[in-house]
């Protein structure tokens, strides 16, 4: 037995834990998240999750990844090789398009719509690319017109555009973006966060270059992995970078190994992906296959349109203007005079047990957020939530005038 008596005195004595570790675990069970996700599990994922580990090298965990991969596939509506999932949750999406299409001397422009945008820029200013922006007001779309003069006038190598501004529940049109951004030469990024599976969405047909999503929101599976592809186009920029790719875990050559996308020789070891992870991510996307993508937007459409008419009866104002603008997944309404947003998202969590979520950055304090999205798509979800906002408005509504 070895003896620890003299390197624990050497050292100072060990220092003791806190007495709430070793407290039984607590995790609330009936929980509806309906903000802009995670959004609930099925019992297939969380049984799927309940699975034992395996390893990150281990042949079985290799064929969930190629299942994963064909999922994705399917869910981009692309056949570009460079489709893979990231360990890490939706912002490494964005991260990894920037850090691996953007070197220091590119410009991008940035389409700014609410706080993706802002995010985008910030995160090229720390790549040292050239950041120009077009800002659009929040909850509306940027037009074709006010795109083309912005590539005419800053002509990037790079675009950045979100498809679901979940800060704003704007859905951006994407159809015929990438054909300008084509003849200017450039590359189209576009975040798909909180609306890949939910709405449509054709990345090869709308000739996008790169685009990423999260696993947590309509995929159904928890947050940590983020589905990602890349196109030939944006694979050639890759091939001709003049530097490395800034940071290696992002580095998708070397994922593009991992997940066995170039189909090389031997797939090296580049991180260790949680199995646990894979297990959710694979299983969300069989379900999601199984029910086939125009089902499952018809369901988000069918859920959305009930919730926004349940808005509407109530004289709550929706927060995006234009109807075809707005996002199926995530509803934004405007916080009515006198309620205090953060009194009303505490007690539908604390009475209801529903998350709901205010606004963000640029909208916080302004609007609420509703998510139904994955298997929370439902008509009952959208029944329980007005029914828990009618009274926690009436009780906030009495409560600040006092
Ligand atoms: C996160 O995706 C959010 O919109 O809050």
Known sequence: MQNYVSIIKN???????????????????????????????????????????????????????????AGLQYVFQTNNRLTLAISA???????????NLLEPTDTILIIKAGLWGERAQEMSERLGAHVETLTIPLGSAVTHQQFESAMKKFKPAVV????????????????????????????LIVDAVASLGGEPFFMDAWKIDAAYTGSQKVIGAPPGLTPISLNSRAERKLLLRKNKVPVFYWDMKELGNYWNCFKEPVRRYHHTISATLVYGLREGLAQL???????????????????????????????????????????????????????????MMEK???????????????IFRIGLMGTNANLKNVDDVLHALDDVLKYSTRHSRL
């Not at 555009?161 to 030469?185: A, W």
């Not at 199984?290 to 089902?295: A, Q, T």
């Not at 709901?356 to 909208?363: K, N, S």
């Open 11 to 69: 050292n100072g004595g060990i220092k003791p834990v806190s007495d709430e570790l070793l407290l039984p675990l607590i995790v609330p069970q009936k929980r509806l998240l309906l903000g802009p996700g995670p959004s609930n599990l099925s019992e297939r994922v969380i049984r799927a999750i309940s699975n034992p580990l395996v390893g990150h090298m281990h042949a079985e965990t290799f064929k969930m990844m190629d299942d994963i991969k």
């Open 89 to 99: 949750s939706g912002h490494s999406g964005m991260e990894a398009c920037l850090a």
């Open 160 to 187: 950045f555009l979100t498809h679901s501004e979940s800060s704003t529940g704007l859905k951006q049109p994407l159809i015929g973006f990438g054909d300008i951004v084509r003849r200017y030469e450039a590359l």
């Open 289 to 347: 296959a199984e029910e086939g993508l125009e089902s499952s937007w018809q369901r988000h459409a069918v859920a959305a349109k009930k919730l926004r008419e349940g808005f509407e009866a109530r004289g709550l104002e929706l927060f995006v203007k234009e109807p075809e603008n707005r996002l199926n997944t995530i509803t934004a309404i405007v916080v009515p005079p006198g309620v205090d947003c953060q009194f009303v998202t505490r007690r």
């Open 352 to 366: 209801w047990n529903i998350e709901i979520a205010g606004g963000l950055g640029p909208t916080a304090g302004k």
